[in-house]
């Protein structure tokens, strides 16, 4: 490295002070980056007492030798924080949301890495997962655990709105990145956004300005929802009711069940009760599956109208055309909408063997979005990420002129989608039409509403 190991007078090689330094008679002193095996060795004594005569002169040669001497990977990462990209997939593995988002959102984060190239700005993107069952606490301590000890750089995914709301709060603490693919709450970008949070793929005021309006303004005046008593639920209501208000029609009622849920009949019998025209589910996944099999069984559609406030390819797969054709809801991507979704949804089934939720579409997205704010920027500091990806314009096969506000909210078009007839399905996974787009600037809350304190008004 450009000088020789002394111990005491004696000069003696690299080998020997390495065993000197296995049996304890030498001290070793790091002369430059953690990256480079660069070292000046002393005897084991105190510092005070180490031999000194080795010069500032000889101190400074050494380090410039070590230098000189670093291998070209260290030159080509060196604006990459620990010579790694890692992206941590906060998501549901094995529980109520595992379909909609889980083992396919980390699926699908690996592959914009690996379509990357697998490198950015010749460091490695590295890929790794948690399962954060759908509890906030959870959720905080794999934060902390990613974030303090294994140097993660952005989180993405962050199932649940609690444990999304809880963890983009660490993420700005320690200076790094979220990418809420799967939590919903507008919260995220308004009371509790953060100069260090985008909300990427859709939100409850966008879910609910989509099919609470529409169906609203078709006629369908009065509505009774069945709500889960979470962080997303309370959202999904709240957002929905003002819509419906907004386009003339009336909230009759409403009943919240605990999370998760098995028995959804006393809830349903209080709807059907109300006299609704329209039943709103709040629900997801599983529990939201649960109830429309259940809703079946009592004979309320077609007397009433059941409508999925936010509902997935993944739910009509598991319930089958049978029991959901004719359903209205709002989606952020569909497989089949053009050449583009379905040249990347057939290479994401040929491994997962399902098609791709806007959720796990949207984590894709996301990725190499950052990924390209990175290469463009020369550099993984968040500050700097988080402007260029603001300035960057969104153009994939998930979002066309995509833009991320100063709220952290990425405003795209999104769409009401209608379930086909049995009979209108050509092949598997053929499940939808689409009857509308609706442009993002009028699916999403107008900045004018914005609570966050980002935004100058």
């Not at 949207?362 to 500050?383: C, F, M, N, Q, W």
């Amino acid at each position: 490295m450009g000088w020789q190991q002394k111990y005491g007078d004696k000069i003696i090689s690299a080998e020997q002070a390495a065993k000197l330094v296995k049996s304890g008679a030498l001290v070793r002193l790091s002369v430059g980056k953690a990256s480079i095996p660069s070292f000046i060795f002393f005897k084991r004594y105190t510092l005070q007492e180490a031999d000194m005569r080795l010069s500032k002169k000889t101190l400074t040669a050494a380090v410039c030798a070590a230098c000189i001497a670093a291998p070209a990977a260290w030159a080509q990462t060196g604006k990459i924080s620990n010579g790694v990209v890692k992206i941590g997939v906060m998501t549901d593995l094995s529980g109520l949301y595992a379909d909609l988002s889980g083992p396919g959102s980390v699926l699908a984060a690996k592959m914009a890495a690996e379509d990357f190239g697998g490198k950015v700005l010749g460091a490695p993107i590295e890929v790794i997962s948690g399962d954060l069952q759908n509890k906030p606490d959870v959720a905080s301590s794999i934060a902390r655990r990613w974030l303090d000890q294994e140097n993660v750089d952005m989180v993405t995914d962050l199932t649940g709105s609690a444990a999304a709301l809880a963890v983009v709060k660490i993420v700005k603490e320690k200076n790094r990145i979220a990418m809420v693919s799967s939590g919903g709450t507008t919260r995220l970008t308004n009371e509790d956004c953060t100069d260090r949070t985008v909300h990427w793929a859709y939100d409850t005021y966008a879910l609910a300005n989509g099919s609470a309006r529409a169906l609203t303004q078709e006629g369908a005046k009065t509505w009774f929802f069945i709500t889960p008593d979470y962080a997303f639920g309370h959202s999904m209501e709240k957002d929905a009711s003002e819509a419906i208000v907004a386009a003339g029609g009336k909230v009759l009622g409403s009943v919240k069940h605990p999370f998760p849920g098995s028995d959804f009949s006393s809830f349903l019998l209080q709807a059907q009760a109300s006299g609704a025209q329209v039943i709103g589910l709040n629900n997801a996944s599983s529990d939201l599956i649960t109830t429309i099999k259940q809703a079946a069984e009592f004979g309320i559609a077609p007397k009433q109208r059941l409508v999925g406030m936010i509902f997935m390819i993944t739910d009509i797969h598991s319930i089958g055309l049978k029991a959901t054709q004719g359903m209205v809801y709002t989606d952020a991507f569909y497989w089949d909408m053009n050449g583009e979704t379905r040249a990347w949804s057939k290479r994401f089934f040929e491994r997962q063997k399902r098609m791709p939720t806007m959720i796990q579409a949207g984590v894709y997205s996301a990725v190499t979005h950052y990924l390209k704010a990175i290469k463009a920027s020369g550099t993984d500091e968040a500050g700097v990420i988080m402007a260029k990806m603001k300035a960057t314009p969104v153009n994939d096969f998930f979002a066309k002129n995509g833009k991320i506000r100063e709220d952290g909210r990425m405003v795209h078009d999104m769409y009401l989608m209608q379930v086909k007839k049995p009979e209108e399905s050509k092949q598997p996974w053929d499940y939808l039409k689409l009857l509308k787009v609706i442009p993002g600037d009028q699916a999403f809350q107008p900045l004018s509403k914005s609570r966050c304190p980002l935004v100058k008004k």
